[in-house]
């Protein structure tokens, strides 16, 4: 059944799409970047970051969650909503310890070039809760330090809907929510190494981490050293209107 | 009339100061329009005159990176956090990982100058000579101690971050740094 196609503007520039996809789905495919850190491609998505937080007909909502509409008026890219997001950047920054120094994530980390590509340089704006939570090292190709865990939900997401298995869940609610792992430890649970949910580019940050392979892309070589994040989906910009 | 700059080292580890001098020549253009006042550069260690800028590199760690921090903040205009220690307390912050702990500072010291692997300590003594500044319950960022102006990230920032922001507040605006030069790593 083909779907009903619609069109409705984002910043001004009118773009096409058809009934049943989302807004972050549209401006994709258009080649508009809204910014995000818990939808990724190929798994549903959760709406928990807000990071994609846009204007729907003057009403906050999350792109990636809210269904595109014909007619519909989104604002993606003004002072306001940058200077918001900004503000959900630093928090997750100052709810875990990020010590990009010695990160193996750090140059492929999306939190990082989340707050590169926002420019983020300003003094800290809320304390830092430097928690003090255990890292699991118990598995013999895997390493969680869920000090940096950002509970986005992308490795949740992964062993569900990709790997049928459970190896990751939530526990806990608002701020003591957090990822935990099927069993007393990620040894203990049925996770493999080739499992979606610890791929690479699943995690965001360098919780997940795969051992032995840390710090092997040069600096100035890694993914985001020298291109923003969303550079890649606003290559293919091809909406009409005014930019 | 020529900008007044200081800086300093607290709980860094000096990165930040070679960084600096990674401006290689353009330091000479840099002494037309500022002139260094307390600085490791020139192993100045008091106030001469106010200072117009105040580059800070590191936390505090012990008791004198505070009372340094304070006296910066008392005799500079504008004080900028330089590197990833001053701004959230960088490698030494990991430390208060152990804060949870019921004697913390003896469980950091003692890790540090006697359980620890690689330590050799026959007398299994911890330095506690009076002139040592007393260490601090944890470390503590530079905005969490005083009133930080500008913050520059990176660990260490590059020459040319440092440049374009010493450059643009010689000037008297924010340094509004390229995509390339904002890195924390």
Redesign the interface.
């Known amino acids: 059944m083909k779907r009903r196609a619609i069109e409705f503007k984002i910043d001004g520039i009118t773009v096409k799409g058809s009934a049943g996809q989302t807004v972050m789905d549209v401006a994709d495919q258009a080649g508009i970047y809204i910014p995000r850190l818990c939808d990724v491609e190929g798994l549903e998505p959760q709406g928990s970051c807000r990071v994609c937080t846009v204007k729907v007909d003057g009403r906050p909502a999350a792109a990636c969650t809210q269904p595109a509409a014909h007619g519909i008026d989104v604002i993606n890219n003004t002072p306001e909503i940058l200077s918001y997001r900004r503000d959900l950047i630093k928090m997750l920054?100052q709810e875990g310890?990020?010590?990009?120094?010695?990160?193996e994530a750090?140059?492929r980390c999306e939190l990082?070039a989340m707050?590169?590509?926002l420019?983020?340089?300003?003094?800290?704006k809320y304390?830092?809760l430097?928690p003090?939570r255990p890292i699991d090292a118990s598995h013999p190709d895997i390493l969680l330090d869920k000090n940096r865990c950002i509970r986005c939900g992308r490795c949740i997401r992964a062993s569900q809907q990709i790997d049928r298995k459970n190896v990751f869940g939530y526990i806990g609610r608002g701020i003591n929510k957090r990822v935990g792992v099927d069993g007393r430890n990620l040894a203990d649970t049925d996770v493999d190494v080739n499992d979606s949910a610890v791929a690479p580019g699943t995690c965001p940050v360098g919780c997940i981490i795969m051992k032995r392979i840390g710090f092997h892309e040069p600096?100035g070589q890694r993914k985001y050293?020298?291109a923003?994040i969303g550079s890649e989906i606003e290559k293919t910009r091809s909406g009409r209107g005014k930019e | 009339m020529k900008k007044r700059i200081a800086t300093v080292s607290l709980a860094g580890c000096f990165g930040c100061h070679m960084s600096l001098l990674d401006i290689d020549e353009r330091i000479l253009d840099l002494l037309k329009v500022a002139e260094f006042d307390r600085t490791p550069l020139k192993d100045l260690k008091k106030f001469t005159k106010r200072c117009d800028i105040g580059l800070i590199e590191g936390g505090c760690c012990n008791e004198e990176n505070v009372h340094t921090l304070q006296e910066f903040r008392n005799n500079c205009d504008v004080l900028v956090?330089v590197g990833?220690c001053a701004?959230?307390?960088?490698?030494p912050?990991?430390r208060?990982?152990?804060?949870?702990s019921e004697d913390p500072l003896r469980e950091c010291l003692e890790e540090a100058y006697m359980n620890s692997p690689s330590v050799y300590n026959a007398t299994n003594d911890i330095p506690n000579d009076p002139a040592l500044p007393l260490i601090l319950d944890k470390v503590y960022?530079c905005?969490?101690v005083v009133k930080?102006?500008?913050?520059?990230?990176g660990?260490p920032p590059s020459g040319d971050t440092l440049w374009e922001t010493l450059t643009a507040l010689i000037k008297g605006v924010p340094?509004d740094?390229p995509?390339?030069l904002?890195?924390?790593?």
């Open positions: 920054f310890n990020h010590l990009c120094s010695i990160c750090s140059g990082q707050a590169y590509r420019g983020i340089m300003e003094p800290a304390p830092y430097q003090v600096i050293d020298n923003p | 956090a990833a701004i959230m307390g960088g490698l912050v990991m208060n990982a152990i804060m949870n960022n905005s969490e930080i102006d500008y913050q520059v990230p660990c340094a740094l995509y390339g904002i890195k924390y790593d």
